[in-house]
């Protein structure tokens, strides 16, 4: 996993054959049908693939591996070769419908690949750039983009109704259109996205690291970072340390917080947490103490400046937000709910407390991403730490097996 994309693609970067001979095709051992060829690049004639992906089909469905037909890009988009994907429970959460019941479906929004080809219109991405794709845009210019207070673009959206911008899918099956999941769809061969929301990075780029900041890892670093921008010598505590909660750690031990209480009740998380920054560890199952009495007592009854709720679980948001400071607490809630509202005590929200939300942590595709690239070049952020397991995408339909084992963080899939 320590291998470098560009060891991987030298040979493609170079080539003279035709894409569908590369040799870059032949060494991910694929077995891909190629039809007529419908577009054109800026440089090659662009062919419309066959590739298998992950397709949910259902409500509540298991995954199956299909073999999809993939068009190509059309103006302002870019066909992806994946390279790797990895699993988050936010794609659980779409085959149960909090996430718009659309089906059927290709899953996955995080992962890694190489662009196969790009339709008109795109600048500043070329074939061969090793990319990251998000599903938050960044234009730069916006009211939005302009503020300095938030990273939803409201040129490029996040966007919920699964299609492309023009309201059509570049994905079927059997003549079926699928719906694509948010701006992506990773766990396929082939993906095609808005250029928009694709950003190029470093070549040096380890493939897992860069598969892990598209989404997850990023979103808890980013909330500590962009969103809540904790403060030197502040107190934290984080519940739920899943990959989320892990890079809220991170995050805070890289703005300098004093004190990092991590919550979980999985025992085997204690160490883990160490290893991105955690001071404090608390496991609710060892106590029959509350929450917000164990983080009171933990800080000497005054609770924490941050909060950050990464589980999703609807009942603990009031146990977090009492856990912070009366007259300036702060609770990030980052983590997915299977509910369309919250229930919140409104006497503990009366003194003084805040209640925040953010998509992808706060942080801007374009301009935070290639900085946290940086730091995983440069390792000072070592998220080698999350990989605990490795699968191939013609096992897919067992993947969501491994999130319920109590030492799963993180699981990478070769596609």
């Known amino acids: 996993m320590k291998k470098h994309i560009w060891s991987l693609l030298s040979s493609y970067l170079t080539r003279r054959k035709p894409i569908s001979k590369s040799p870059i095709f032949r060494s991910f051992g694929q077995n ?76 996955g929004h995080e992962g890694v690949g190489m662009v196969e080809s790009v339709g008109e219109n795109v600048r500043g991405l070329k074939e061969g750039d090793l990319v990251i794709p998000t599903y938050v845009g960044e234009c730069g210019k916006c009211s939005n ?50 250029a928009n929301y694709l950003v190029k990075i470093d070549t040096r780029t380890p493939l ?9 890892f990023s979103t808890g670093y980013g909330a500590a970072w962009k ?65 917000s009495e164990l983080v009171l007592e933990l800080t000497g009854g005054e609770g924490v400046d941050y909060g950050f709720e990464c589980t999703g679980i609807h009942s603990l948001t009031n146990q977090l937000l009492q856990a912070t400071k009366v007259g300036r607490g702060t609770l990030m809630v980052i983590g997915l709910v299977d509910q369309p509202s919250l229930d919140i005590n409104f006497l503990t929200l009366l003194l003084g407390r805040t209640i925040k939300g953010c998509v992808f942590g706060g942080i801007k595709s374009q301009t935070d991403i290639p900085l946290l690239v940086n730091k995983c070049i440069n390792k000072e ?14 096992d897919m339909e067992k993947a969501f097996e491994l999130l319920k084992q109590p030492d799963c963080v993180k699981a990478l899939i070769k596609i």
């Open 145 to 194: 983009c302009r503020s300095g207070k938030t990273n939803l673009c409201l040129k490029h959206p996040l966007t919920l109704h699964g299609l492309m911008p023009d309201g059509t899918s570049r994905m079927s099956i059997r003549g079926q259109s699928l719906y694509h999941f948010f701006s992506c769809s990773t766990w396929s061969e082939y993906m095609v996205s808005n």
């Open 381 to 394: 952020i070592r998220l080698e730490n999350l990989l605990t397991h490795e699968i191939r995408l013609e």
């Open 32 to 107: 891909h049908l190629f039809t007529s060829s419908t577009s054109h690049s800026q440089s090659d004639q662009v062919i419309t693939c066959k590739a298998s992906a992950a397709v949910c089909w259902g409500l509540g469905e298991a995954v199956k591996v299909e073999e999809i037909e993939v068009e190509p890009p059309k103006s302002s988009e870019v066909r992806v070769k994946m390279l790797y994907a990895s699993l988050c429970h936010t794609d659980i959460s779409c085959c149960s419908g909090v996430i718009g019941p659309l089906f059927p479906r290709v899953l």
């Open 208 to 216: 897992s690291d860069a598969s892990f900041l598209s989404c997850g």
């Open 227 to 291: 969103a809540a921008k904790v403060e030197n010598g502040s107190t934290v505590a984080v519940l739920g340390l899943g990959a989320v909660g892990l890079g809220v750690l991170e995050g805070a031990r890289t703005q300098g917080a004093a004190t990092i209480i991590g919550i979980d009740t999985n025992e085997r998380k204690r160490e883990r947490g160490k290893a991105f920054g955690m001071t404090d560890f608390i496991n609710p199952t060892e106590s029959n103490k509350t929450i």
